[in-house]
């Protein structure tokens, strides 16, 4: 079996493609996750990032690249596979990657990153924790913990923390910048990645890999940026 180590090197200088759809979208059906998984795997993404059970376990018979695996649970605060039990969830359904949210908020369950990431390194040897980060102090906290894959995921998206950064019209330059000298595990840069041109720079600023969603994968948003642009 492929270890963690290996499935994180493959991914450099790659890019991982998420494919979610929101609740109650037209596109939220495990099977149309699964098509746009093989159509984003026909196009060169390394991986794939999915949401919940149903859509991890339906990718994961579609297509041979590493899952990325998450569950949201909610929409805020801590909302990116918050407890034990919900990494655990996307292990069972076949997850090569597990997303946990790294920020260093309270959480309901009363588990940190770090218990997750111990819990799941030792049932699951395999799987590799990408922990979704939104501040230079989540991402140092989680490469101290052990993380195999550091994510800028939440920057700009944690309104209330005391760590919090503004939401930037695209990636955060500054703070990609700072996680990748300050952390030694690779840096999967994900957030508002919405040009091509932006991830060329995110690779100038030394990413692992990059994450891409709604500008490959999410029609209505991608559909709303053109008609933004039509006369009024
Ligand atoms: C903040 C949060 O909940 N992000 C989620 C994480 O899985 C997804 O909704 C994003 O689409 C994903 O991070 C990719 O980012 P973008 O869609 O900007 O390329």
Request: proline share 5%; hydrophobic share 45%.
């Amino acid at each position: 079996m492929i270890s963690r180590h290996d499935i994180v090197a493959g991914l450099k200088n790659r890019l991982i493609v998420s494919c979610q759809a929101y609740p109650g979208e037209p596109l939220r059906r495990a099977e149309i996750t699964a098509a746009m998984a093989q159509a984003v795997v026909a196009g060169g993404a390394a991986a794939v990032r999915v949401q919940g059970v149903t859509d991890i376990a339906a990718v994961r018979q579609a297509v041979e690249v590493p899952v990325v695996g998450l569950i949201k649970y909610g929409h805020e605060g801590v909302y990116i596979t918050p407890s034990i039990a919900h990494a655990r969830a996307c292990a069972y359904a076949g997850a090569n990657v597990i997303a946990i949210d790294a920020t260093l908020r309270e959480r309901g369950e009363g588990e940190s990153f770090a218990d997750a990431l111990v819990a799941i390194h030792d049932e699951f040897p395999g799987v590799a924790i990408m922990a979704d980060c939104a501040s230079l102090a989540d991402a140092k906290a989680a490469d101290e913990a052990g993380a195999d894959i550091i994510g800028t995921t939440l920057a700009g998206y944690t309104p209330g923390y005391e760590h919090a950064r503004d939401k930037t019209t695209g990636p955060d330059l500054d703070f990609i910048r700072d996680v990748v000298a300050a952390v030694s595990a690779p840096v999967v840069v994900e957030g508002r990645l919405h040009t091509p041109d932006h991830v060329a720079q995110v690779f100038e600023l030394g990413a692992h890999a990059a994450c891409v969603g709604t500008a490959i994968t999410h029609p209505t948003t991608i559909t709303s940026w053109f008609t933004d642009a039509l006369p009024r």
